[in-house]
């Protein structure tokens, strides 16, 4: 006969007993993983804060280090930055200045034997103008920003005042050269006029113009600060040769 056991599942023992099942196991197991999975999450968590952490303190020491190289640059940095302030106020000087000195130098080495002056202003603004007859600019020196040259003197004719205007935009640095005015004496004022020199009028004879120029040097830079002192040179030029012998010339000229 084949045996039976009669001793119920949940009571056998051995290898006969009934394996035990059921969702306790499920539930065991699965918060076994999910404690790994949040150890595991911990863990990295923890290394990437680790890493941030040491990237940080390399970020700080290298700021340190900028910070003490750039506090000993800053003392060079402020010299350059004094060089070029005292640069641009040396050119700012510079070019706020004028060479008259030049100007006169080349004036007297084209001036013509047949052209004298009575007077000559020299300043750097239309303001700063200051001639020998109170210091009032012509009209086209007012109109003038720059440098300029008033000249006033007489001339044997006409064509001896238009070579003059020629020769004088060969001076370095001349732009333009206006005519104020150049006239001839009248035939009735021809003898009183240049006897005694003491009403300007340089005309001795009837073909002698007498002009008035004004010589600008509109390249040259405007002094920056409004109202200062022109930088200029006032001269008047007499007629030294003795009135005898300033008049022979032009009298044989025009008897020729």
Known sequence: ??????IPPEQRRGEHAQLRTGPAMYIVLGALA??????TMLVLTGNQISDSKAEVATLKVEDAAAAAKAERLAAFAEFKALSEQR???VRSLADSRFDWERVMRELSLVLPADVWLTNLTASAT???AGG?????SSGLRGAIPG?????????????????FVTVLKDIDGVTRVGIQSSELASKGDEAGS????????CRTREFIAQFSLVVAFDAAPVPVAEGEEAVGATAVAETTEGGEGSEEAPAEEAGG
């Open 194 to 201: 240049g006897s005694g020199g003491g009403g300007g009028d």
């Open 132 to 136: 020998a007859e109170g210091g009032s």
């Open 34 to 39: 999910l404690l790994l999975v949040g150890v």
């Open 87 to 89: 640069i641009a106020t």
């Open 126 to 128: 239309p303001g700063g």
């Open 147 to 163: 440098p300029a040259l008033e000249l006033n003197g007489c001339a044997v004719g006409q064509e001896a005042v238009a070579g």
């Open 1 to 6: 006969m084949r045996p039976v056991n009669l």
